[in-house]
């Protein structure tokens, strides 16, 4: 069975494409190194812009200084 006609080189033979399948492997070795690392990448821009937010709301909070001329 194929997938589009045989005048069209590009396309794959069904068969082919069952090899391709069963030689691939069941589960991806790196995807919970993947996942970890996304994890802690978001969690390292959650804390950088909860830090910015928070040093925001400080400097907006503190008294400023009046600076007196003689």
């Known amino acids: 069975m194929e ?5 069209d080189q590009s396309c794959l033979v069904m068969e082919e494409l069952t090899k391709i399948d069963a030689l691939a492997p069941s589960r991806a070795e790196w995807r919970d190194a993947a996942i970890s690392f996304y994890r802690n990448w978001i969690n390292m821009i959650v804390v950088s812009t909860r830090r910015k937010a928070t040093n925001a709301a400080l400097l907006a909070t503190r008294p400023r200084r009046l600076t007196v001329e003689a």
């Open 3 to 7: 997938l589009c006609g045989r005048e």
